[in-house]
C-alpha cells in the first residue's frame, strides 16, 4: 500500500510518501504552497521512485490552519484523488500535532494559533503507553485567557503542545510546553490510521476545517 | 487538442472544455452569489472556500458535459493572473493536480486574456492581429491593442469603477434583481433613453480612459431627489450614456491606431445595445467589430482553455512552480485589479 501525505497547514508544506506506513521519502519546504507543493509532489515520488498511479491513497491534513495553505492542499489531495481514482484520508492537524509519538503526561493539550490572541485547542488523554487517544472531537477556538483557565484548571498534569509559535511562552499556569515546526511524516500516518477514508466521490466536496468564521461572517452575526 | 480550463480568478468557478482551440464542448460555471449577498460584498476567504467547495463538482460537470475522460486530455489552463489570490490559488491547484496527475502540459494565462480570446476562438479566420480590444466587465473596463499572440498595449483603462460594477450598483438601487447587466437592458427596452441627460464622463476627452463613477453618481443623485421619476427611463438613460461613452473612445481609439478590426469582450459585452451600436457605428468608419458568442462573455472556463490553446503554441507549457499574482502584467502593462463591487451596496 501506497500513500502520499500532504500538509499545508503551517508555515512548512510537509509532503510525504509511505508504503505500508513506513515513510520512503518526505520533502518540507518553508513558505509559498500555491508555487511549491506541486512540485514537491513530483519530486518526492521521485526520489523514492515510486509512481503516481500506484499511490492507493492521499492523506491530507484539513486543518485547522493557513486559510490559503489549506485551500490549496485539501484542493490538490482531492484533485490527485478525483484523477487517480484513489481515498483521501483527511486528517486534523491537532491530531497530527499529538500523534506518532509517546509522552509522559496523562494530558495533552494541542494549540496553535488562530490569529488576533486566540487559538485553536483540543485536549487529549493518553494511554498507560503514553500515546494519545484519539476520538478527542473537543477542538475549538479559544482566546489566550481562557486557555490559561483551562491549563490552571489541569494544575500541572497537562503538556502543551504548540504547533508553531502561538501563545505557550505568555502562560503562567503552564507545567511543559513542547513546540513543533511541522508535523512529521510519522505524525500524519499515526493520525491516518484513525481517519474515515474518503472515496474519490465523496472527497469531491471536501473543504479546509477551519473551525472559525470569516471576520465578514463574525460580523454579520452581531 | 482537447484542453481543460479552469477559471476562479473572483467568485464564480468554472471549468470548460474546448477542442482545437474554438470548439467549446462544456462550459460550467456555478456562481457564488448567494454564498456572499448577506454580507454586501465578496468576503475572500468564503470565496476560496466556495471555490475549494465546487472545483471537483465543476471539472466533472464539464467533463460529463464534453464526454471526455482526464486521460482524453492534451493540456489544462488556467488563469493564474489577475483577480483574487485566495481565489486563484484554488483553480491553480487544481489545474497543477490534473497536469502532474496526468502528466499533462499546464499553461498559466492571465484572466484578461481569456476575455480576448473569447473574441479570436468565435473568428479565428477573419480577426487578424493586430486588432483593439473592449473589455468591459464588473471588474475591468480598459482598451487594448492585441498586436499578435500574447503581445499586448494599453490604449486606456477607467479610472474608477468598470462599466459593469456601474452597471450592477444602478441595478441595485433601482431594486432589480442579479445579474445587474441584464435587468437594465430588459427593464431599458419600455424606456426613454432620452429622458434624462446624464453625464458621459470623459467623452471630449482625447485620451483614451473611461470614468464611470460620475455618472454612476449621477443617477443615484437623481433618484434619491426626483420626487417621481420611471425607471424604465432612469435605466435606458443610464444604458445610453455608458454606450455612448464606451462606443466614442472605442472608435477614437480605432482611428488613432489605425486600427479596422475591433473585439468587444466581458460581461457587459452581451449587452444588445452596446452591441449593435457598436457595430453600426464602426461600420461608419469602415471598421468591423468581432463579438464573442455570448455563452463565453462573463467569467469562464472555456475561454481559457481557448487562451491554453494558443498560448500553448506561442508561448509554451509552464513550470508546476507557477504562481499567482492579484496585479500582474499583460504584455507592458501593469493591470489594477478591484474588486468587483457588484454585491456591494453603492
Ligand atoms: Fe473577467
Same mark, same amino acid.
Given at each position: 500500500?501506497?500513500?502520499?501525505?500532504?500538509?499545508?497547514?503551517?508555515?512548512?508544506?510537509?509532503?510525504?510518501?509511505?508504503?505500508?506506513?513506513?515513510?520512503?521519502?518526505?520533502?518540507?519546504?518553508?513558505?509559498?504552497?500555491?508555487?511549491?507543493?506541486?512540485?514537491?509532489?513530483?519530486?518526492?515520488?521521485?526520489?523514492?521512485?515510486?509512481?503516481?498511479?500506484?499511490?492507493?491513497?492521499?492523506?491530507?491534513?484539513?486543518?485547522?490552519?493557513?486559510?490559503?495553505?489549506?485551500?490549496?492542499?485539501?484542493?490538490?489531495?482531492?484533485?490527485?484523488?478525483?484523477?487517480?481514482?484513489?481515498?483521501?484520508?483527511?486528517?486534523?492537524?491537532?491530531?497530527?500535532?499529538?500523534?506518532?509519538?509517546?509522552?509522559?503526561?496523562?494530558?495533552?493539550?494541542?494549540?496553535?494559533?488562530?490569529?488576533?490572541?486566540?487559538?485553536?485547542?483540543?485536549?487529549?488523554?493518553?494511554?498507560?503507553?503514553?500515546?494519545?487517544?484519539?476520538?478527542?472531537?473537543?477542538?475549538?477556538?479559544?482566546?489566550?485567557?481562557?486557555?490559561?483557565?483551562?491549563?490552571?484548571?489541569?494544575?500541572?498534569?497537562?503538556?502543551?503542545?504548540?504547533?508553531?509559535?502561538?501563545?505557550?511562552?505568555?502562560?503562567?499556569?503552564?507545567?511543559?510546553?513542547?513546540?513543533?515546526?511541522?508535523?512529521?511524516?510519522?505524525?500524519?500516518?499515526?493520525?491516518?490510521?484513525?481517519?474515515?477514508?474518503?472515496?474519490?466521490?465523496?472527497?469531491?466536496?471536501?473543504?479546509?476545517?477551519?473551525?472559525?468564521?470569516?471576520?465578514?461572517?463574525?460580523?454579520?452575526?452581531? | 487538442?482537447?484542453?481543460?480550463?479552469?477559471?476562479?480568478?473572483?467568485?464564480?468557478?468554472?471549468?470548460?472544455?474546448?477542442?482545437?482551440?474554438?470548439?467549446?464542448?462544456?462550459?460550467?460555471?456555478?456562481?457564488?452569489?448567494?454564498?456572499?449577498?448577506?454580507?454586501?460584498?465578496?468576503?475572500?476567504?468564503?470565496?476560496?472556500?466556495?471555490?475549494?467547495?465546487?472545483?471537483?463538482?465543476?471539472?466533472?460537470?464539464?467533463?460529463?458535459?464534453?464526454?471526455?475522460?482526464?486521460?482524453?486530455?492534451?493540456?489544462?489552463?488556467?488563469?493564474?493572473?489577475?483577480?483574487?489570490?485566495?481565489?486563484?490559488?484554488?483553480?491553480?491547484? #487544481?489545474?497543477?493536480?490534473?497536469?502532474?496527475?496526468?502528466?499533462?502540459?499546464?499553461?498559466?494565462?492571465?484572466?484578461?486574456?481569456?476575455?480576448?480570446?473569447?473574441?479570436?476562438?468565435?473568428?479565428?479566420?477573419?480577426?487578424?492581429?493586430?486588432?483593439?480590444?473592449?473589455?468591459?466587465?464588473?471588474?475591468?473596463?480598459?482598451?487594448?491593442?492585441?498586436?499578435?499572440?500574447?503581445?499586448?498595449?494599453?490604449?486606456?483603462?477607467?479610472?474608477?469603477?468598470?462599466?459593469?460594477?456601474?452597471?450592477?450598483?444602478?441595478?441595485?438601487?433601482?431594486?432589480?434583481?442579479?445579474?445587474?447587466? #441584464?435587468?437594465?437592458?430588459?427593464?431599458?427596452?419600455?424606456?426613454?433613453?432620452?429622458?434624462?441627460?446624464?453625464?458621459?464622463?470623459?467623452?471630449?476627452?482625447?485620451?483614451?480612459?473611461?470614468?464611470?463613477?460620475?455618472?454612476?453618481?449621477?443617477?443615484?443623485?437623481?433618484?434619491?431627489?426626483?420626487?417621481?421619476?420611471?425607471?424604465?427611463?432612469?435605466?435606458?438613460?443610464?444604458?445610453?450614456?455608458?454606450?455612448?461613452?464606451?462606443?466614442?473612445?472605442?472608435?477614437?481609439?480605432?482611428?488613432?491606431?489605425?486600427?479596422?478590426?475591433?473585439?468587444?469582450?466581458?460581461?457587459?459585452?452581451?449587452?444588445?445595445?452596446?452591441?449593435?451600436?457598436?457595430?453600426?457605428?464602426?461600420?461608419?468608419?469602415?471598421?468591423?467589430?468581432?463579438?464573442? #458568442?455570448?455563452?463565453?462573455?462573463?467569467?469562464?472556463?472555456?475561454?481559457?482553455?481557448?487562451?491554453?490553446?494558443?498560448?500553448?503554441?506561442?508561448?509554451? #507549457?509552464?513550470?508546476?512552480?507557477?504562481?499567482?499574482?492579484?496585479?500582474?502584467?499583460?504584455?507592458?502593462?501593469?493591470?489594477?485589479?478591484?474588486?468587483?463591487?457588484?454585491?456591494?451596496?453603492?
Amino acid at each position: 500500500m501506497f500513500s502520499l501525505l500532504i500538509d499545508t497547514s503551517g508555515p512548512y508544506s510537509t509532503v510525504a510518501v509511505a508504503q505500508d506506513a513506513v515513510v520512503s521519502g518526505m520533502s518540507a519546504i518553508l513558505g509559498r504552497p500555491a508555487e511549491k507543493v506541486h512540485s514537491q509532489i513530483k519530486a518526492t515520488l521521485r526520489a523514492t521512485g515510486i509512481a503516481l498511479s500506484s499511490l492507493d491513497s492521499v492523506t491530507i491534513v484539513t486543518g485547522p490552519g493557513s486559510w490559503t495553505g489549506l485551500n490549496i492542499g485539501v484542493t490538490a489531495a482531492k484533485t490527485l484523488a478525483q484523477v487517480l481514482r484513489v481515498d483521501v484520508l483527511p486528517i486534523s492537524s491537532l491530531d497530527a500535532l499529538v500523534a506518532g509519538r509517546t509522552w509522559r503526561y496523562s494530558r495533552l493539550c494541542a494549540v496553535l494559533s488562530a490569529g488576533r490572541g486566540r487559538v485553536y485547542r483540543a485536549w487529549y488523554d493518553t494511554d498507560r503507553g503514553g500515546t494519545a487517544q484519539s476520538g478527542h472531537h473537543d477542538a475549538e477556538v479559544l482566546t489566550a485567557e481562557a486557555l490559561e483557565a483551562e491549563l490552571a484548571q489541569a494544575d500541572g498534569s497537562a503538556l502543551l503542545i504548540e504547533y508553531g509559535k502561538t501563545v505557550g511562552s505568555t502562560l503562567k499556569y503552564c507545567s511543559g510546553i513542547v513546540q513543533v515546526l511541522r508535523l512529521s511524516p510519522e505524525a500524519m500516518i499515526a493520525a491516518a490510521a484513525h481517519a474515515l477514508p474518503l472515496g474519490p466521490e465523496e472527497a469531491i466536496t471536501l473543504t479546509p476545517a477551519y473551525m472559525q468564521a470569516s471576520l465578514a461572517e463574525r460580523d454579520a452575526k452581531r | 487538442m482537447v484542453i481543460l480550463g479552469i477559471d476562479t480568478t473572483c467568485d464564480d468557478t468554472s471549468a470548460g472544455i474546448v477542442a482545437n482551440g474554438s470548439q467549446v464542448l462544456a462550459n460550467v460555471i456555478s456562481s457564488q452569489y448567494a454564498a456572499h449577498e448577506a454580507f454586501g460584498g465578496i468576503v475572500p476567504m468564503i470565496a476560496a472556500r466556495e471555490h475549494t467547495r465546487q472545483i471537483g463538482h465543476i471539472i466533472r460537470a464539464a467533463m460529463q458535459e464534453a464526454q471526455v475522460t482526464f486521460s482524453d486530455l492534451d493540456a489544462v489552463a488556467v488563469s493564474n493572473n489577475q483577480g483574487l489570490l485566495l481565489s486563484l490559488v484554488v483553480g491553480v491547484s #487544481a489545474a497543477k493536480s490534473i497536469a502532474l496527475a496526468c502528466g499533462i502540459p499546464l499553461v498559466g494565462i492571465h484572466h484578461l486574456e481569456g476575455h480576448i480570446y473569447s473574441v479570436l476562438m468565435a473568428h479565428e479566420e477573419v480577426l487578424r492581429f493586430p486588432f483593439l480590444c473592449l473589455t468591459v466587465a464588473g471588474g475591468h473596463t480598459l482598451l487594448l491593442r492585441v498586436e499578435d499572440h500574447g503581445v499586448y498595449s494599453l490604449l486606456g483603462h477607467t479610472r474608477d469603477d468598470a462599466a459593469g460594477e456601474a452597471f450592477d450598483k444602478v441595478a441595485r438601487r433601482l431594486g432589480l434583481g442579479y445579474p445587474g447587466g #441584464a435587468a437594465i437592458e430588459k427593464l431599458a427596452k419600455q424606456g426613454n433613453a432620452a429622458a434624462y441627460a446624464f453625464p458621459r464622463p470623459m467623452i471630449t476627452r482625447s485620451n483614451l480612459d473611461f470614468s464611470f463613477s460620475g455618472l454612476k453618481t449621477a443617477v443615484m443623485n437623481l433618484l434619491d431627489s426626483a420626487e417621481t421619476f420611471r425607471k424604465e427611463d432612469v435605466a435606458a438613460s443610464f444604458q445610453q450614456a455608458v454606450a455612448d461613452v464606451l462606443v466614442t473612445k472605442t472608435l477614437r481609439a480605432a482611428k488613432s491606431e489605425g486600427l479596422a478590426r475591433i473585439a468587444l469582450a466581458g460581461g457587459v459585452a452581451v449587452n444588445g445595445l452596446l452591441r449593435s451600436q457598436l457595430t453600426t457605428e464602426a461600420a461608419k468608419r469602415g471598421c468591423q467589430v468581432y463579438l464573442p #458568442a455570448p455563452s463565453l462573455c462573463m467569467d469562464n472556463g472555456a475561454m481559457v482553455a481557448g487562451a491554453g490553446y494558443y498560448l500553448l503554441r506561442h508561448r509554451g #507549457a509552464d513550470p508546476l512552480t507557477i504562481g499567482v499574482r492579484a496585479n500582474a502584467p499583460l504584455g507592458r502593462l501593469q493591470v489594477k485589479y478591484r474588486h468587483p463591487a457588484k454585491y456591494r451596496s453603492a
